[in-house]
């Protein structure tokens, strides 16, 4: 296992259609985040998973974006009626949770970028 | 508003020298800090990290510093090389990562 793969690279999309990602994390860990980046800007956090369970999700996430990490392995993010707007790289990264506590260290995808027409 | 900040958008050094990229952060309950490096069109590559119990973190080339007091952190790469050329991001953790806004780093032979 090479690291955090995600599918597709690029994207390219026509206004209002759906969109579905897929991101594989580093086989043994169990955490998995969703982060978005726009040009100029440094990634945002969107969501992340803790095995199949979704702990958190931004307020950046709106009613059209929706994630997923069945048997808390690979995970989705898919995106209905694009916008403009949603034009990004999208970013998957894992982690491995750590004991006690401590810190971990996210290791992030390829990123699959992102634009809507 | 911005919790981390990297206040110089870029920075260019000569080969052989020292580079020095700095972050400011404002929440004191950050317990973890990395810097990533980031190439266009791909996703960050982790470089070094340093815990919010330490104030200092060494690897090869590159040294992280933190200051807590002062809520500061930097990246010392010595010496650049042109290989280093790159967007930097500072990211501070509680879990999640909250990134600044990155600086271009330009080392030129």
């Known amino acids: 296992d090479t690291g955090v793969s995600q599918d597709p690279r690029h994207k390219i999309t026509k206004r209002g259609q759906n969109v579905t990602f897929r991101c594989d994390p580093i086989?043994?860990?169990?955490?998995l985040y969703w982060y978005r980046q726009t040009l100029g800007q440094g990634p945002e956090f969107l969501t992340y998973f803790q095995n199949e369970a979704q702990l958190e999700k931004s307020r950046l996430l709106s009613d059209r974006f929706s994630a997923e990490r069945p048997k808390g392995s690979f995970s989705t993010l898919e995106i209905q009626r694009t916008e403009q707007g949603d034009s990004a790289m999208y970013l998957c990264?894992?982690?491995?949770?750590?004991?006690?506590?401590?810190?971990?260290?996210?290791?992030f995808g390829p990123g699959t970028r992102l634009l809507v027409l | 508003d911005q919790q981390v900040k990297q206040n110089s958008p870029s920075l260019s050094v000569q080969e052989g020298r020292i580079s020095i990229l700095n972050c400011d952060y404002t929440n004191s309950m950050f317990d973890y800090f990395l810097w990533y490096k980031k190439y266009p069109a791909e996703g960050p590559t982790f470089l070094i990290s340093?815990?919010?119990?330490?104030d200092k973190n060494e690897d090869g080339r590159f040294t992280v510093f933190l200051n807590k007091s002062a809520k500061h952190l930097s990246l010392h790469i010595v010496p650049s090389q042109p290989g280093d050329s790159a967007v930097y991001f500072c990211?501070?953790?509680?879990?999640?990562?909250?990134f600044g806004t990155g600086t271009l780093l330009a080392v030129q032979p």
């Open positions: 990211a501070a953790s509680r879990y999640k990562l909250i």
């Open positions: 990264a894992s982690s491995l949770e750590a004991s006690g506590g401590a810190p971990e260290t996210q290791y």
């Open positions: 086989s043994e860990h169990n955490r």
């Open positions: 340093i815990s919010s119990i330490k």
